[in-house]
């Protein structure tokens, strides 16, 4: 069966500092893979999303980046945080006719 | 490009009533699909349905339900007989090129004992 793994569950980050969370998906080949963002008390905001290893889309242009250095690897990334950076951020897969979007758990980061 | 519109943004209902979440969308695409999630306090999103714009029936599944009009562009969402665990952010999503997912600003539903 597949699943996703995102880590860490919580992050608390000064300002300035760098970024990086990890997704990886198993049990599935060349899925679509997806980072999303919730701001407190607000809706689901797509930031990234990729097709395949090394293709990016970038939804919203910001302080964050994306790569896809594996087929099952997803990396979100930001060389210096800003406050507005706080949020919940989810990673998520797609593939096949299923279409569905797997979640998973999300990460909280804080921004002081 | 799609457009999600959840035009409620809290609700509280006292358990056992019945509740609708509202869900219009635009679209240009002739096909297309919808979707439910569920937010729980815990942060994770859980699927909950799947429509495709052939298919207008309603559909129901043990207390939920859902309506389809295409002639409207809404896709509502019924709980019937609330329950506390019921108490979530529930969003409907709708995909561009069958792949990227855009979301609603989300329903927050809050059901009391």
């Known amino acids: 069966s597949q699943t996703i793994h995102q880590w860490p569950a919580t992050l608390v980050q000064p300002v300035g500092s760098p970024l990086s969370l990890e997704c990886t998906v198993e049990g599935t080949s060349n899925p679509n893979l997806y980072w999303y963002r919730q701001a407190a008390g607000r809706g689901l905001q797509l930031l990234f999303y990729s097709v395949g290893i090394g293709q990016i889309s970038s939804e919203v242009p910001q302080n964050l980046s994306a790569s896809r250095p594996q087929d099952r690897q997803f990396i979100l990334s930001s060389k210096k945080l800003l406050l507005s950076d706080s949020g919940f951020y989810l990673c998520?897969?797609?593939?096949?006719?299923?279409?569905?979007?797997?979640f998973g758990n999300g990460t909280r980061l804080t921004v002081t | 490009a799609q457009k999600v519109t959840q035009a409620q943004t809290e609700i509280s209902v006292v358990e056992k009533e019945d509740v609708t979440l509202d869900c219009v969308y635009e679209t240009r695409d002739t096909t297309y699909y919808l979707f439910w999630y569920k937010q729980p306090p815990s942060g994770e999103l859980v699927f909950l349905i799947r429509?495709?714009?052939?298919?207008?029936q309603n559909e129901i599944s043990g207390r939920y339900s859902w309506n389809f009009q295409k002639s409207t562009s809404s896709f509502n969402f019924t709980i019937t007989a609330s329950q506390v665990v019921d108490s979530a952010v529930y969003f409907c999503?709708?995909?561009?090129?069958?792949?990227?997912?855009?979301f609603g600003s989300g329903t927050k539903l809050n059901v009391k004992p």
């Open positions: 998520a897969w797609s593939a096949g006719e299923s279409l569905n979007l797997h």
């Open positions: 429509r495709n714009s052939f298919d207008e």
């Open positions: 999503a709708l995909p561009y090129n069958f792949n990227k997912f855009y």
